[in-house]
Structure formats: C-alpha cells, structure tokens
T-cell receptor, first 115, second 115 residues
Framework: GAVVSQHPSWVICKSGTSVKIECRSL??????MFWYRQFPKQSLMLMAT?????????EQGVEKDKFLINHASLTLSTLTVTSAHPEDSSFYIC???????????FGDGTRLSIL | SQQGEEDPQALSIQEGENATMNCSYK?????LQWYRQNSGRGLVHLIL?????REKHSGRLRVTLDTSKKSSSLLITASRAADTASYFC???????????????FGTGTRLTIIP
C-alpha cells in the first residue's frame, strides 16, 4: 500500500519550454504533498508544501512564479517548471502523506534535463 | 542551514559485514526517520524513531537516537549486495502552514556492498 506514482520519469527539452510533472497517490488520499529538488550526489531540498484545494507554501528562495504547483484533488498534485532553463535541470521528487502522523511516501522522481 | 550532516559520506564494505552510518542534526525534533534511495529513484522509508525513544529495531536495521548530542545512527547488520544505496536521515521540527511536519534531510551516506 501507500504507492505514489510520478510521471514522467525523464524529460529532456529545450530551454524556454514549460514542463509539467504529475504526482499521484494511487491507493490513498493525500491531504498533503511535498515537492523536493535533488542535485547529483546531494540531499533533497524541500521546495514547497501543498494541500488539496489550497495554495502551495513555498520555501525561502523558491520562485513561486517559476515553479507552479497545483493540488486540485486528494490524489493529484502537479509541478510546472515554467520557461525552463539549463539551471533548472535537476531531479524532482514528490511525496505524499495521508495525515499529520503518517510517514511521507515518495514517488520515483523525475529527471529533468534542459538543453 | 538546518540541514543535517551524515557521516561517512561514502562507505564500502564486504557483503556480510555490518554497516554503520551516523547523522547529526541541529534543531529540536519530534521524530527522526531514515530513508534509502537507490540510484535515480525515489526514497523508501525505513524506520522512524521518536524523540523519547533511544533505540529501535526493524529486521536487520538498528537505529539509535541521542537527543542530547543531536545525533542518530543506523546499523545494517549482515549486509547484502541489495543494500547498496544512499541512506538519508530526515528530521522534523518545522511545521508547514497546514500543520504537517516538514522534513529536513541529511547529506546522505552512499553505501556500497561488495559481493
């Protein structure tokens, strides 16, 4: 149980393109979803926290107009990297949790490469 | 930075040996968790230890927590080739606008088990 699916797993696109990443909880309702960014051989850095039906809360230094988060249902959150540039290339991982007391369940990540 | 440190950064051992990884953190916590990440994949939750616990076991895993030193250790006994992965500790203690605990990840230990 507690499966989180992230799609796509790998994206390569040209600079200036907007890219949407989906995060779905397959067998539970996720009240909260988290989006992380991970550079090679480094740790995960939290980008934003989102609750269904509410605006996402972004961490300091993360541009909300650059990284658009939509959490329209209890099973789906999307992260859109707008007008992506090479410096946005990274591994993006989402996680979801059913309630305050449950561990976060992670998706398999999306490797984004901007040419 | 609130990010924790893990030690060692990389560890290579022979299959069958025990592996010990350490994590230090900076702020007060409610829980500390350990996660495993296989190369290019998402995170798998291994074990959670609460701030009022000192030791916890799960199969071949043993976690200790010393809140006075703000440190934790993860011991994997009788290591297997399949244990090759990166291991991260994660602490809570920061609350999102929605009431969820936000996780702060350590820098990770890359463990390689040599068959």
């Amino acid at each position: 149980g507690a499966v989180v699916s992230q799609h796509p797993s790998w994206v390569i696109c040209k600079s200036g393109t907007s890219v949407k990443i989906e995060c779905r909880s397959l067998d539970f309702q996720a009240t909260t979803m988290f989006w992380y960014r991970q550079f090679p051989k480094q740790s995960l850095m939290l980008m934003a926290t989102s609750n269904e039906g509410s605006k996402a809360t972004y961490e300091q230094g993360v541009e909300k107009d650059k990284f658009l988060i939509n959490h329209a249902s209890l099973t789906l959150s999307t992260l859109t990297v707008t007008s992506a540039h090479p410096e946005d290339s990274s591994f993006y991982i989402c996680s979801a949790t059913e309630d305050f007391y449950q561990p976060q369940h992670f998706g398999d990540g999306t490797r984004l490469s901007i040419l | 930075s609130q990010q924790g440190e893990e030690d060692p950064q990389a560890l290579s051992i022979q299959e069958g040996e025990n592996a010990t990884m350490n994590c230090s953190y900076k702020t007060s916590i409610n829980n500390l968790q350990w996660y495993r990440q296989n190369s290019g994949r998402g995170l798998v939750h291994l074990i959670l230890i609460r701030s009022n616990e000192r030791e916890k076991h799960s199969g071949r895993l043993r976690v200790t927590l010393d809140t006075s030193k703000k440190s934790s250790s993860l011991l994997i006994t009788a290591s297997r080739a399949a244990d090759t992965a990166s291991y991260f500790c994660a602490t809570d203690g920061r609350i999102s606008n929605f009431g969820n605990e936000k996780l702060t990840f350590g820098t990770g230990t890359r463990l390689t088990i040599i068959p």
